[in-house]
């Protein structure tokens, strides 16, 4: 099979599958584990998909959070803990906060685990269980429909657990951002909670790594307006220069 053909099948197997390992496509298409890293590689600088530790996710529509939470905490781990760390500054004693079921809000959460007397609303069951041995980290679950893929709580049951609170500030990431559309999410179910933590927050922390910037997904949820602060791992100057038009803080 010449190069560019396998290419092409591998990027529609990803796109079927959503991810895969190196191993797992060696074996599909006949080839070596060191052939498909190379194409992999190369691959990735299309945007087509996003390497991570053995394997590869797709960066269509139906991705990212459709993907196992274990694949995807590995993509972008060197963003995602400099984020972390940003927003953990930005959090203080007696604080309220809304973290959602992300990868990310999870770096953050483990972050927290020590932290003293802040109060955490959060949909993740990978976040619960990341502040459960903290004596002093008071921690909320919305409780909803399970989506155990996700290690998270959906649906109206969340929605409605988040809505009857007000915090002092929301940490949110999105799946995509652009400045025509603001924020959009791949998942809809995703994206109304991220919503919501938005709309019932004192201050919003936008959490979105530099692979996140200018694209978009299915799933709206909210114009750059609604945005207090920016946190992400590196920013273009001309993305500096919109956030500073419209008053909103640059964390980088």
Known sequence: MKTAERRNKILNYLRIHDSATVAELGNFFNASEETIRRDLSAMEGSAALTRIHGGA???????????????????????KTKIAMLCKAEIKEKD???????????????????????????NGLCNVYALSGSKKVHVISTGGELNGQQMAYFGSCAERALDVFHVDKAFVPCSALSKETGSTDGEINEGRLRALMMKNAGFVYLMADSTKLNKNRLSRIADLDSVDA???????SDWTDEFERRNIRVIS
Do not use: H, Q, W
């Open 57 to 79: 996710i797709y960066n269509g529509y139906r991705t990212v959070s459709s993907t196992s939470f274990s694949l995807r905490k590995e993509a972008c781990r060197d963003a």
């Open 230 to 236: 920016i946190v992400c791992d590196s920013i273009s």
């Open 96 to 122: 309220s906060i809304f973290l959602d079921a992300s990868t990310t809000a999870l770096f953050l959460a483990e972050e927290l685990a020590g932290f003293p007397e802040i109060t955490v609303i959060t």
